[in-house]
């Protein structure tokens, strides 16, 4: 089983809608949680991090944690074509040597 | 704020030759560095810890003789593929925590593209 674990898409959204974008993970000990956008070619790009439980907003982004449940999502709102990129969900745990791993990442694409 | 510099952001090696990649923390300051590589489709794959004054540490099945690090200041931290081979031709991205903000988040430099002939 893999630590994080993200669908890898591609997730395909028109213009504007919203792209729901999930991950979990399987560390309990994991206690900050980030979300990266790569465009092809390029290195990550962070958007969100989020330590707590519940919603965190920034722009179009919003980030969502439930640590029971090991699940972090990632909301876009009003998605525009630059957002077709590939997301990456990272989760840090300092019980495990206080380092990043990452998921898989979801492909997404977004339609004119 | 929070950049990170990458050098070169490409660099083309004959087979059987070193190449040294320069990672440095442009407006603050880092006593951890981290060293990923990615492979084409794949996802980061972390190599190694560098902590300034001190040995990096080294994931399972990566070479510590072969990808030698020194983080020698608090915003440089340099990594030395040896004896590069084509396998080694990869995406190679380093990262920084920032020791004033007391947060596990790493800010990723812009990268190099090593291709090994």
């Known amino acids: 089983q893999k630590e994080v674990e993200q669908n890898s898409g591609p997730l395909s959204v028109p213009e504007g809608a919203i792209a729901s974008l999930n991950c979990t993970y399987s560390?309990?000990?994991?206690?900050?949680f980030f979300w990266y956008r790569q465009y092809s070619g390029k290195s990550p790009e962070l958007i969100m991090s989020i330590y707590s439980n519940g919603d965190k907003e920034d722009g179009r982004f919003t980030a969502q944690l439930n640590k029971a449940s090991q699940y972090v999502s990632l909301l876009i709102r009003d998605s525009q074509p630059s957002d077709s990129a590939t997301y990456l969900c990272?989760?840090?745990?300092?019980?495990?040597?206080?380092?990043?791993?990452f998921g898989g990442g979801t492909r997404v694409l977004v339609k004119p | 704020g929070a950049v990170v510099s990458q050098h070169p952001s490409w660099v083309i090696c004959k087979s059987g030759t070193s190449v040294k990649i320069e990672c440095r923390s442009l407006?603050?300051?880092?006593?951890?560095m981290f060293w990923y590589r990615q492979f084409p489709k794949q996802s980061l794959m972390l190599m190694a810890t560098s902590n300034e004054g001190s040995k990096a540490t080294y994931e399972q099945g990566v070479e510590k003789d072969k990808f030698l690090i020194n983080h020698a200041s608090l915003t440089l931290s340099t990594l030395t593929v040896t004896s590069a081979h084509p396998e080694d031709s990869s995406f190679y991205i380093c990262?920084?925590?920032?020791?004033?903000?007391?947060?596990?988040?790493?800010?990723f430099g812009p990268g190099t593209r090593l291709t090994v002939l």
């Open positions: 560390d309990r000990g994991s206690q900050s």
């Open positions: 407006d603050f300051q880092a006593t951890t």
């Open positions: 990262s920084a925590r920032d020791i004033a903000v007391n947060t596990d988040t790493q800010y």
């Open positions: 990272a989760v840090n745990s300092r019980a495990a040597g206080n380092k990043l791993t």
